[in-house]
């Protein structure tokens, strides 16, 4: 089974407005965490924004919020007032930290586009 | 704000010929990896370092590949005799310490993009 799961390959929004980029996870460990990644054009990976498995808050990191429901194990990522510098490839990814492991699992991506 | 450096940018090389891809992680950093992105496709787990050895590694890491720390400062991956299908982007990433939970992110190179003729 994959560890993650991004269901939309390719997402459209319009400038100013918000989206949510889905992302599904499974683990058996208790102990994890859960980052997104940007990934423009140019190649480059970008760190967005983290939620460990025990907080009981959703991450914040300004116009980016997590929306983590632990029970459906989704961390779906939520950009707010959309830029065209958004435009890329979003990864979520997953560390299993009880395991010991430290490596991210990476999903296959979803690429945003921010229509003008 | 301290980067993941990575050099070179493109390497373009015949089959069957080593090369080597350098890395410059963040001084303050402890573990260090190699991913790959073979092209439209998502990001792969190679190979983690700490503590001047492999942690861990995935079985895409197999006896071509090789990884050192050679001075402290560089951490470098080696790929003896290079195939057709090592053509991808390698990806350096490093992370501090982390607390139980695992917090610490992986900061990411620009990334190298390997080409094999």
């Known amino acids: 089974a994959q560890k993650i799961t991004q269901t939309q390959p390719g997402m459209f929004v319009q400038e100013k407005e918000a989206v949510t980029l889905d992302c599904t996870y499974d683990t058996s460990d208790q102990s994890y965490g859960l980052f997104w990644y940007k990934q423009p054009s140019s190649g480059e990976m970008i760190f967005l924004i983290y939620q460990g498995s025990y907080d009981e808050q959703n991450a914040t990191e300004g116009r980016y919020s997590l929306n983590f429901q632990k029970a459906r194990k989704s961390a779906n990522l939520v950009i707010s007032a959309s830029q065209l510098g958004d435009s890329a490839m979003y990864f979520c990814?997953?560390?299993?930290?009880?395991?010991?492991?430290?490596?991210?699992?990476f999903g296959t991506g979803t690429r945003l586009t921010v229509i003008p | 704000e301290p980067e993941v450096t990575q050099t070179p940018s493109h390497q373009v090389t015949q089959m069957g010929q080593e090369v080597i891809l350098r890395c410059v992680p963040i001084?303050?950093?402890?573990?260090f990896y190699w991913y790959r992105q073979i092209l439209g496709q998502k990001v792969e787990f190679l190979v983690s370092f700490y503590n001047n050895e492999i942690s861990e590694k995935s079985e895409i890491f197999d006896d071509q590949f090789s990884v050192e720390r050679p001075d402290g400062s560089n951490f470098t991956l080696k790929i003896r005799s290079t195939k057709l299908e090592d053509s991808a982007m390698y990806f350096c990433?490093?992370?501090?310490?982390?607390?139980?939970?695992?917090?610490?992110?992986?900061?990411f190179g620009d990334g190298t993009r390997l080409s094999i003729l």
């Open positions: 990433a490093g992370s501090g310490q982390g607390t139980t939970t695992g917090n610490q992110p992986q900061h």
């Open positions: 990814a997953m560390r299993e930290w009880q395991t010991g492991a430290n490596n991210l699992f």
């Open positions: 001084s303050n950093h402890l573990y």
